[in-house]
């Protein structure tokens, strides 16, 4: 027998199939610990105030979340998304942080960086992550950031926060919110976020904003004031357009084909979902419909994964409008439309979201799949066009 | 520094990590830095390496757990001793056990 080369293995989770036969029957959680923020960012589709006492009272308590993140690890869960609002704001998110670490999690950290103090960012030295926090950056100067953020002095504290990261060594990645004030910076903020050690590609970007999770009318008004055209969105989508139309193959020939009437074509609510700030859990991060969520106080993780999600997920779409238009459209892996976008744009399920209907059609236009006057439910040789795009 | 390993030693697992057993799969997680190269990365284990990992109890000196495991697997006394060895150098270099 001879002797392998390493005893112990490295396993690098997010770049192949880990377990060997299937997932867990949890294999991600998200925890959003509240939607309180510190920040009152203009695009955000959660964040309540942060001292909103009405939102904290209802919140989970500290023994809720720990209960919760134990059943998890019952149920061989071994990543854990900690997000809000922003998660710092917990006077308990230490204590939470190091009871997920001490019991096997790694935690991925949603934030704003603006409450990374000097403390925490020696806890997660001490302790760390095992996964790189994410950071939104909402402009590379103080009027632009602001402007967004619409909190005095919240550049500065987000800064701080970077860098306290930076000089500890602590992971990271940047993400973008192209909003009207930063839309010019997009060059420098790319040429900054290229020198953070920890960042293997371009950062990413919100920029067709998702409206209220809660649904809020007046709230909404001002982020559809926001959202970029969809043709604005195309053109920022295909900067680098050889890069993109390159990768736009491989996913082409993935993911492109009629989703037909069953509702859910993703896999929220399969091997994950999202506890909410007051102990609704939720096939993904933004669907809320009260018709999709399980209230954990009443019953566990298993149950809803096992029992509640397969059920949700063999959800059927009434609405003829859908049925005529989405379930018969091959550009599902370009449309953004989902339970989720549906129910804060409709309050509904299966209603097409026009937006983000449009949004696909201006891509596919680009990549020549459709022309100008087609809509893409009407094109019957769907399945040519994607080969003759994608070469094969 | 070489990291000596010696069969009469006795080691144990380091406080500072966790062991998971997922879906089949034995991996070992870090709770504090300094464990892995980076500070992303966790372990795992084969049948074999998680088998020695077991019965580090901080009692047993290397040979008497190299002895119990040539009761459950196949192979001659100097190549599972070699194992036991070569398991635990790495471990030890990566501060997952320390030697009492």
């Known amino acids: 027998m001879m002797p392998p080369e390493s005893y112990v293995e490295k396993v690098f989770i997010n770049r192949y199939p880990l377990w060997k036969s299937g997932k867990p029957l949890l294999f991600r959680l998200d925890m959003e610990f509240t939607e309180r923020c510190n920040n009152n960012c203009i695009h955000c589709g959660i964040n309540l105030p942060k001292d909103d006492l009405e939102a ?68 997660f030295s001490r302790i760390p992550p095992l996964e790189k926090i994410e950071i939104t950056v909402y402009g590379m100067k103080k009027n632009s ?38 839309r010019m910076e997009i060059d420098e903020f790319e040429e900054w976020a ?91 991060l933004m669907l809320r419909h009260p018709d999709t969520v399980y209230n954990l106080k009443k019953g566990s993780l298993k149950d809803a994964l096992e029992n509640f999600f397969p059920k949700i997920r063999e959800i059927k779409a009434l ?16 449309c953004d439309q989902c339970p989720a976008e549906s129910w804060m744009e409709h309050g509904s399920l299966d209603t097409p979201v026009e937006y983000f209907c449009e949004i696909a059609h201006a891509q596919a236009r680009f990549l020549g799949l459709i022309n100008a006057e087609e809509k893409a439910w009407e094109v019957e040789d769907w399945k040519a066009r994607i080969s003759n795009f994608a070469g094969h | 520094m070489e990291t000596i390993v010696d069969l009469n030693g006795v080691y144990a697992l380091a406080e500072d990590l966790v062991a998971r057993d997922i879906h089949g799969e034995f991996i070992i997680i870090p709770i504090t830095s300094g464990i892995g190269e980076s500070d992303e990365e ?23 757990v190299a002895r119990a495991l040539s009761s459950e697997f196949e192979g001659a006394k100097p190549e599972i001793e070699r194992d036991c060895l070569g398991l635990i150098e790495e ?10």
């Open chain 1, 319 to 334: 609405n003829w409008d859908y049925l005529n238009r989405c379930a018969r459209c091959f550009l599902k892996g370009l």
């Open chain 1, 194 to 284: 290229a020198k953070i050690p920890w960042m293997d590609k371009p950062p990413s970007y919100s920029m067709f904003f998702h409206l209220r999770c809660r649904r809020d009318e007046q709230k909404n008004k001002c982020i559809n004031s926001l959202r970029l055209s969809p043709e604005e969105g195309q053109r920022i989508v295909t900067r680098c357009k050889e890069r993109y139309i390159e990768r736009m193959k491989e996913f082409c020939s993935k993911f492109m084909h009629p989703s037909g009437d069953k509702l859910f074509s993703c896999g929220s609510g399969q091997g994950g979902g999202c506890a909410d700030a007051y102990g609704n859990f939720q096939p993904c």
């Open chain 2, 42 to 64: 966790i372990f795992s284990l084969n049948e074999f390496g998680k088998a020695i990992w077991d019965k580090l109890d901080g009692k047993r000196t290397l040979k008497e």
């Open chain 1, 56 to 123: 904290q009272k209802k919140e989970l308590s500290t023994g809720e979340i720990k209960n919760i993140l134990r059943e998890a690890v019952s149920l061989e869960c071994l990543s854990v998304r900690f997000t809000g609002g922003e998660p710092l704001l917990r006077g308990d998110f230490e204590e939470l942080y190091v009871f997920a670490r001490k019991i096997g999690l790694r935690v991925l950290i949603f934030t704003n960086a603006t409450l990374i103090t000097k403390h925490v960012a020696d806890l």
């Open chain 2, 91 to 100: 471990l030890l270099k990566r501060k997952m056990v320390v030697k009492l």
């Open chain 1, 145 to 182: 950031y602001e402007s967004a953020s619409r909190i005095p002095g919240s550049f500065k504290a987000a800064w701080r926060g970077i860098n306290l990261l930076l000089e500890k060594k602590i992971p990271f990645i940047v993400k973008g919110a192209l909003l009207p004030a930063n």
